[in-house]
């Protein structure tokens, strides 16, 4: 080597990208640009995937904007007003004004119960806090108003019926045939000044008088506390189902509560079937009641038990043979707080 002369270096910047694919085997090479295609693939479906949510969820935003806006639009009734121009696209409308009954005293109860013939156009309503307005000593008789739908327009009174006896508090419950032409009421008498009864009424075609049918079923002979609490009617009338929840067993077991179900022939009301009892003390059996068409076909509610209180049940009988039987499994409530079967 020639030491005299002088060193030299050349400097060279190399380009990485070239040189890392230079150093790539064929082999490499494949793969990766395989790994390129798939991601490239992976962007490509999320862009789609993406737009896809975009869409959906304009459509649901214009299909909740047109809902809500443009039946109100369409529909809208002619006026200035804000509520003039809400629609209810569905849902139930005052066909009349409020039914007030007599307010000469506190405590009627105007509306306790209430019941409608299968048109709609005839109703009687419960009052049972009422006194008889010409008999000054039947204080909380009570009694019912029948109403009639007139013109399409209005209920009108047609008939004010009260009870017989002083503290009975008829109306407490009642029940109107489908053709409006026969109704019931309870009265149950809470008081130790007479037997509950239930007394059934019809409409006499020639005079529109109402006539009490027959005989009023009565609590007398009946080991019964408050007879008449609960009513049900088939729907002609003929059959009435009366339940007595305070009433106890044969044996002395306290409010297992009774029902009993007549039928009404050739001017007789006739106890169709045994009386039926709740099992238990505090069962309360005829809480409320309800009969099928054709009076075959009982429910009854209780609201509880000694054990259970206030978890009610709503119980099934089916008249076979001449006496009630039990019809599939009781409909329970799930906790006390429900009161299942109050109605």
């Not at 007030?100 to 009627?108: A, F, H, L, S, V």
């Not at 075609?205 to 006539?211: A, D, L, P, Q, V």
């Amino acid at each position: 080597v020639d030491t005299n002369s002088p060193l030299q270096a050349e400097l060279y910047e190399v380009d990485r990208g070239v040189a890392a694919l230079e150093i790539l085997t064929e082999e490499e090479l494949a793969l990766k640009s395989k790994e390129v295609e798939e991601e490239e693939s992976r962007k490509h479906c999320r862009k789609v995937l993406w737009a896809a949510v975009c869409v959906v969820a304009v459509v649901a935003t214009v299909a909740v904007v047109v809902g809500i806006f443009v039946p109100r639009l369409t529909t809208s009734k002619d006026g200035d007003s804000k509520e003039d121009n809400i629609v209810q696209l569905e849902g139930w409308k005052p066909a009349s004004g409020l039914l007030i009954g007599p307010t000469y005293k506190d405590n009627i109860r105007f509306g306790n119960s209430v019941a409608l013939s299968a048109a709609g156009n005839r109703m009687v309503v419960g009052l049972p806090g009422a006194d008889d307005p010409v008999v000054e000593s039947l204080r909380t008789t009570g009694g019912v108003f029948i109403y009639d739908w007139v013109n399409g327009t209005t209920w009108s009174l047609s008939s004010e019926i009260f009870g017989f006896e002083p503290s009975g508090e008829a109306g407490t419950n009642v029940a109107m045939s489908v053709h409006g032409k026969r109704f019931a009421y309870g009265a149950p008498s809470y008081t130790s000044e007479s037997a509950g009864y239930v007394a059934i009424y019809e409409e006499n075609n020639s005079t529109g008088i109402w006539e009490l049918v027959n005989d009023i079923i009565r609590a007398d002979d009946i080991n019964s506390d408050i007879f008449g609490d609960a009513i049900g009617f088939s729907s002609h009338g003929t059959v009435v189902a009366v339940g007595d929840k305070d009433e106890d067993s044969a044996d002395g077991v306290e409010a297992v509560g009774t029902v009993r179900v007549f039928r009404g022939l050739n001017g007789t009301w006739t106890q169709m079937g045994q009386t039926i009892f709740g099992e238990e003390g505090n069962e309360r059996l005829s809480w409320a009641l309800a009969l099928s068409g054709d009076g075959t076909v009982l429910i009854a509610a209780t609201l509880g038990t000694n054990n259970e209180p206030g978890s009610g049940r709503a119980v099934h009988f089916e008249a076979e043979s001449g006496s009630w039987q039990p019809l599939g499994s009781p409909i329970t409530g799930d906790s006390a707080r429900e009161i299942f079967g109050v109605s």
